[in-house]
């Protein structure tokens, strides 16, 4: 399994866009990029997955460069609701590999009036 | 709100007891993945169950235990507990199709022992 960096904490203010990357050099063809976002004593909750290129949803991008080697997370115009963890993962979604959501230590987002 | 729902939301046991926490699975799911989480640190992973066979075991002893069963509910079980099993347990479902690993987490289950 692809192991993942990210930074461990991130500050910034409401209104701004943050951007959160996440390195995955060991990454495999068949891997995917997922991140998820953990409030306190919650489970974490699913926020966007990509394979290339680019993906957006209502919440979030993700960017995916050709090499696959990093991404990034873009929160556009963040609300204090938005302070949280961030995990990236990085596996292979297909049954057949067996491959389980592994969480690193996640990136811990501080937002600020 | 995920569709999976935890019991007990809260609980504390002895050290040396046994406990078993219980998981329903959104509708439709065939897979079930239980993790710990200790304060301050991300989920580990524990064991994955699908289609009520495990698939797959995180480095957790083997008294942690676990069944799904043939409505895709789920059992961790765990015996001999000690100090160190204190943690958030999650229990999430998900849906394996090729292409996706969306996962829909319960609340946890906060097991304290004493």
């Known amino acids: 399994l692809a192991k993942t960096t990210q930074p461990i904490s991130m500050d910034s203010y409401e209104g701004q866009e943050v951007n959160i990357t996440c390195s995955h050099n060991?990454?495999?063809?068949?891997?995917?990029i997922t991140w998820y976002q953990q409030f306190p004593s919650q489970g974490p909750r699913f926020i966007i997955q990509?394979?290339?290129t680019k993906v957006t949803n209502e919440v979030a991008s993700l960017f995916i460069p050709a090499d696959r080697k990093s991404s990034t997370l873009s929160l556009p115009r963040v609300s204090l609701s938005d302070t949280a963890v961030y995990y990236c993962l990085v596996g292979d979604p297909g049954y057949s590999s067996a491959s389980k959501i592994i969480f690193g230590s996640g990136t811990r987002l501080s937002i600020r009036p | 709100e995920t569709g999976v729902t935890q019991s007990p939301t809260h609980l504390i046991k002895t050290r040396g007891q046994q406990v078993t926490l219980r998981c329903s699975s959104q509708s439709g799911h065939n897979t079930v993945s239980w993790y710990q989480q200790a304060l301050g640190q991300g989920p580990q992973f524990i064991f994955q169950?699908?289609?009520?066979?495990?698939?797959g075991r995180g480095n957790f002893p083997p008294r942690f235990s676990g069944l799904q069963f043939p409505n895709y509910s789920s059992e961790l079980n765990v015996n001999a507990l000690e100090l160190d099993d204190s943690a958030l347990y999650l229990c999430?479902?998900?849906?394996?199709?090729?292409?996706?690993?969306?996962?829909?987490f319960g609340q946890g289950t906060r097991l304290t022992v004493v």
């Open positions: 169950y699908y289609r009520e066979e495990e698939n």
């Open positions: 060991n990454i495999a063809t068949n891997d995917y």
């Open positions: 990509g394979y290339k």
């Open positions: 999430a479902s998900s849906l394996v199709l090729a292409g996706t690993t969306e996962a829909f």
